[in-house]
């Protein structure tokens, strides 16, 4: 039995002796100390969360088992919640020309997407037997 399942860390921004991570089962976005090992728990309440990202004045976060993209400021305050109409959201991260781009993975497609809105304006589907686990730009 896993008791911790970490999706994604990232350096934390505020702390250089710290990372952020999501932890799958807890439902939570975590700061742990590098040195110490402490954890501290930053925001809750999420069913499953992935993909946690760095983005301009806050970040991202993929609330994974409620289909949804999780806008936080820097003080990991919600700002707001984009629904990508899916069961299983694995992935979402902005674009370079700045729409959001979320991988559903029930869906067998990558849905790009407003990000004030969430007005669809491409759905790039791929087989089924396919499985994917991050989107990113280089």
């Known amino acids: 039995t ?14 250089d002796e710290s990372v ?8 939570e ?13 930053i925001l809750g309440d999420f069913l499953s969360p992935h993909g946690l ?23 990991f305050e919600i700002i707001k919640r984009l629904d990508l109409h899916t069961t299983w959201l694995q992935d979402a991260c902005i674009s370079p020309w700045g729409t959001l781009f979320g991988l559903r993975s029930e869906k067998c497609d990558i849905v790009e997407v407003d990000c004030a809105d969430g007005t669809v304006f491409n759905v ?7 499985r994917g686990y991050q989107i990113f730009f280089k």
């Open 124 to 130: 790039f589907e791929f087989d089924a037997n396919w």
């Open 29 to 41: 976005i975590v700061r742990v100390n590098k040195k110490t090992g402490k954890t501290e728990a």
């Open 20 to 27: 952020i991570a999501t932890f799958f089962y807890q439902g």
């Open 53 to 75: 990202r760095r983005i301009e004045n806050g970040f991202l976060v993929s609330d994974t088992r409620r289909g949804q993209v999780v806008f936080l400021n820097d003080n």
């Open 2 to 15: 896993h008791t911790t399942h970490v999706n994604s860390v990232i350096e934390d921004p505020s702390f």
